[in-house]
């Protein structure tokens, strides 16, 4: 029997990314990225179920979808809460693609599918205390504790967690990771300092590798922060690993490295995480919405199969 079609879609701050594929989900099968209209909730919406109507179009064959999405996500309801970036709340994503397509659908928050996909065929392969922690616009972070995905749709906030930083965050506190840490925090705090703008931390990083001297202390700050929150995170659940996910984790060692350098600095009674990059990237999520969809398949087939019976027996 051939391995089923499946659609996966990860709607992220800006960007709606599908594929399709069979078997094992692959990071190469992206076949579709469009923008999310801003400031028009409604219009994501659309935009969002027009790509996943266009992939089962396009696969002619679809079995199940699976679709992630950012913000404040209710997995075992299917509806996105809420989305600070897109602006939409009480969506019912499940119900809206499962009467658009027709399949199963399996549906969840995009850091939470990360997770799975990087405990499932990533970096985090098997390990039953997990901490996945991508790192771009934002932070916040998958939470797996002895083999079970935390689901609790406001936890995994690492993002806003105090670490004494030195800036006030969008959320209103001061002090937090992600005002110092993310990777548009990196470039803000560095074209703010120097008045040259970049396009990203990767400008910051590149800087600092020629010996800017700013850009090494915006990027020293940052991973100070990041080591900081992992070890309150490691006071509390005593991950095994910690893996480093999003954009900045495109920086490979020359984030990782200091990384583990500081937390080994800061540990004391905690248990020391083993810190890796992630393998999948900026996939985790559509590898996430796959593997989601495979799950919402195998959780119809019982039904499925039971009526096909029932159908074809005397
Ligand atoms: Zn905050």
Redesign the pocket.
Known sequence: MNAPTLVAVDVGGTAIKGSVGSGPPRASDEVVRRPIPADDPPAAVEAVLDVVVELCDRSGEAAAVGLVVPGLVDDAAGVARYSENIGWRDVRFRDLVGERTGVPVGFGHDVRAGGLAERTVGAGHDVDDLLFLPIGAGISGAMVVEGRMLTNPYGG?L??VDVAGAED?????H?????VASASAIARRYTRATGTPVRGAVDVLAAADRGDNVAVQVWDDAVAAIARGIVIYAGLLAPEVVVIGGGLSRAGDRLIDPLRTQVHRLVRMQREPRIVASALGADAGRVGAALLAQRALEAARPASTAITTKRNGP
């Open positions: 906030e993002g806003h965050c969008v959320c209103g506190a002090g937090c990771l992600e005002a």
